[in-house]
């Protein structure tokens, strides 16, 4: 007798737990470790029960990146444009943080198009309604996360060889670089404001 395929609509795993369980697998282990396979498996299902929701690793890491960087707040409209963008950057960087490897995530989604990128359109949005051009709103946009993308990366690597034993600690106050690197950005688009 053939063996039932176990699919994800039997055991009611929806698109959430599985993105649930792509990121446990990142807290738990490390993105080479996040496989179809092994994602199957934390779930109980058959690899090819997953295409049920991702047509590929590609789509799923995408949906990931969007899934992770989603928990990151919008400020409230009436605060200062300058602190809204902080508050998306440091939130963004918080969201990061929060789950390993999650940086690699989102710049590879990224640069594959597959992501939505929202939290890009929301920062620019708040530099364009605090003055800047829609140009210079997108140029904001861009070298907040690509500070808050490439120093999170550094930061979660860093930890990665550390926790392995590869190197041992840095000393490098990556929160410091952060807050530095996120002022001047800051301080270049009060210029760049319109009159």
């Not at 990142?26 to 049920?52: C, F, I, K, Q, T």
């Not at 034993?165 to 490098?172: A, K, M, N, Q, W």
């Amino acid at each position: 007798m053939r063996a039932a395929v176990t699919t994800l609509t039997s055991m009611s795993n929806s698109r959430t737990d599985v993105l649930r369980a792509a990121r446990d697998i990142l807290r738990e282990h490390s993105l080479a470790d996040l496989s179809m396979r092994r994602l199957a498996a934390e779930l109980g299902v058959s690899p090819n029960a997953l295409y049920w929701h991702f047509p590929n690793k590609q789509t799923l890491l995408a949906a990931l990146a969007d899934d992770i960087l989603g928990a990151v707040a919008i400020p409230p409209a009436d605060l200062p444009w300058d602190e809204r963008l902080n508050l998306l950057a440091t939130g963004m960087r918080a969201a990061l943080l929060d789950v390993p490897d999650s940086a690699e995530v989102v710049s590879s989604s990224w640069a594959s198009g597959l992501s939505t990128k929202a939290i890009a359109a929301d920062i620019a949005a708040a530099a364009h309604t605090g003055g800047l051009s829609l140009r210079d709103a997108e140029a904001v946009s861009t070298a907040i996360c690509q500070l808050v993308i490439g120093l999170t990366i550094e930061e979660q690597t860093r930890a990665q060889m550390e926790r392995l034993g590869v190197i041992g600690p840095s000393g490098r106050d990556f929160g410091g670089e952060f807050a530095d690197g996120l002022e001047i950005i800051l301080d270049g688009a009060r210029t760049r404001r319109r009159s």
